[in-house]
């Protein structure tokens, strides 16, 4: 029986490329192409591909993502396409993940498609799969954040974020249009920012020092800091010297 394949990937060219690769292959089936994480994650529950070749990086939600958002059931054997630079490489290593290195040749794609099919439904793929993401996530400062609303699923990137506050069992991400609810805490969110960008200003409140307009003194050491949405959020005495580090860095 054939491999049937789903194409992921935002360059039309990429996926255009891939395809003709694959079209000499007999043993390929490619069943479907996705431009972006949403459609991908639509086409994966839809057409139930063996093989996915997902690009990691893409706007909105990225390849990363899209296996983050699929139940272990839904999870199919994956190739990813990525421009990563090698450091990342060690974690699909690790996890049994195969890659392809864009720009990628004729061979290479041969030996991922072996490795592809000898993968194919195996049952613990899904938890490698999983475990891939967690790794190569734990390597980089959050870039984005998965916010999950009825029928929807969007991306909110960090460059974006003027604050973060927690509230209860979730914490409140704040851009100077909107507020988005996820599902987690303050310490483990401050935990996958970069800290160079992002601090404390309050035990339950962060903020990203590029987002940062103005301080104005309050009392007994402590700050206004008013941002560049025109919010005000008070700065305790316990994180005014980290603060103001921050900023004058």
Same mark, same amino acid.
């Given at each position: 029986?054939s491999l049937?394949?789903?194409?992921v ?10 395809k003709?690769?694959l ?29 996915? +070749? ?25 190739? +990813? ?7 990342a ?17 004729r061979?290479?794609?041969r ?13 613990d ?5 999983h475990?891939?993401?967690?790794a190569v996530? *734990? ?5 984005? +954040?998965?916010?999950?609303?009825p ?10 974020v ?6 209860? /069992?979730?914490?409140?991400i704040?851009?100077?249009? *909107?507020? /988005?609810?996820v ?7 401050e ?6 960008? +992002?601090v404390r200003? /309050?035990?339950s409140?962060?903020?990203n020092?590029?987002?940062?307009a ?5 009392? /007994? ?18 994180y005014?010297?980290?603060?103001t ?5």
């Amino acid at each position: 029986m054939s491999l049937r394949v789903l194409i992921v990937d935002d360059e039309p060219l990429a996926r255009r490329r891939l395809k003709a690769l694959l079209k000499s292959d007999a043993s390929v089936d490619v069943v479907g192409e996705s431009e972006d994480g949403e459609s991908a994650l639509a086409a994966i529950r839809r057409l139930r591909p063996d093989l996915v +070749f997902l690009d990691v990086q893409m706007p909105g939600l990225d390849g990363f993502d899209v296996i983050e958002l699929l139940k272990p059931e839904e999870c199919p054997a994956v190739i +990813f396409v990525t421009a990563y630079d090698r450091y990342a490489m060690r974690a699909f290593d690790v996890h049994a993940a195969d890659y392809l290195l864009k720009p990628f040749e004729r061979g290479r794609l041969r030996k991922a498609l072996a490795r592809a099919e000898a993968l194919a439904g195996r049952a613990d793929m899904p938890a490698r799969l999983h475990a891939l993401v967690d790794a190569v996530r *734990a390597e980089q400062p959050l870039r984005r +954040f998965l916010v999950k609303s009825p029928g929807r699923v969007y991306a909110v990137r960090v460059d974006d974020v003027e604050s973060l506050e927690a509230a209860g /069992h979730y914490v409140e991400i704040r851009t100077a249009g *909107a507020a /988005h609810l996820v599902r987690d805490t303050i310490a483990a969110v401050e935990r996958r920012l970069d800290p160079a960008r +992002f601090v404390r200003i /309050h035990r339950s409140t962060i903020v990203n020092v590029d987002k940062v307009a103005e301080l104005r003194p309050a009392f /007994h050491g402590e700050f206004d800091v008013v941002l560049a949405g025109g919010r005000r959020l008070r700065c305790s005495r316990t994180y005014a010297a980290t603060l103001t580090r921050s900023l004058g860095s």
